[in-house]
């Protein structure tokens, strides 16, 4: 039960941020929170523990106007390549160095460079690397690749991540 409360708080509290607090909403957001908690605790194996809200905002605060930045300037650098074809393009995949073991850091990861134009995550290894299909590869070597593709990223999802 303890690995489930957690995580069901978590599921609920979300659920009256996002639908509101009435009473239908309530009572829906009861069983749909007990069926996540049971689903992401027993299924899926994570564990949230009560530092989960404080990550969650630490998140938001954090890492999500970063992924914004990021992204508006990869479909800007992406938009210029596509109307002017005399910008360079160099395609090629490089695996990144993400210093990141947790599967759910690197998951977040993975998915921020695919959601970035120019960038797509296409396999991880256990060793905390991702390799990334790049529009544009430019750097000498791994550490500098890693810096433009995700260093940003890294450093605040190692903070945030309790």
Do not use: Q
């Not at 996540?36 to 194996?45: E, P, Q, S, T």
């Not at 994570?46 to 914004?68: C, G, N, Q």
């Amino acid at each position: 039960m303890k690995n489930y409360f957690p995580t069901f708080v978590f599921c609920f509290l979300v659920w009256i941020l996002v639908a509101g607090a009435g009473y239908p909403e309530l009572i829906l957001g009861v069983a749909v929170s007990l069926a996540l908690a049971f689903f992401i605790a027993r299924i899926c194996g994570i564990r949230m523990s009560w530092k989960t809200p404080l990550s969650a905002l630490l998140f938001i605060a954090l890492y999500v106007p970063v992924f914004l930045l990021e992204l508006v300037k990869a479909n800007i650098d992406v938009l210029f390549r596509v109307l002017n074809p005399k910008l360079p393009i160099n395609p090629g995949f490089v695996r990144i160095e993400t210093g990141i073991s947790d599967n759910f850091s690197k998951l977040i990861l993975a998915n921020s460079i695919t959601l970035t134009p120019g960038t797509i995550s296409v396999d991880a290894d256990d060793d905390g690397g991702i390799y990334v299909h790049w529009i544009n590869v430019t750097g000498d070597d791994a550490g500098s690749r890693s810096e433009k593709i995700s260093g940003r990223f890294s450093r605040i999802l190692k903070k945030v991540m309790l």
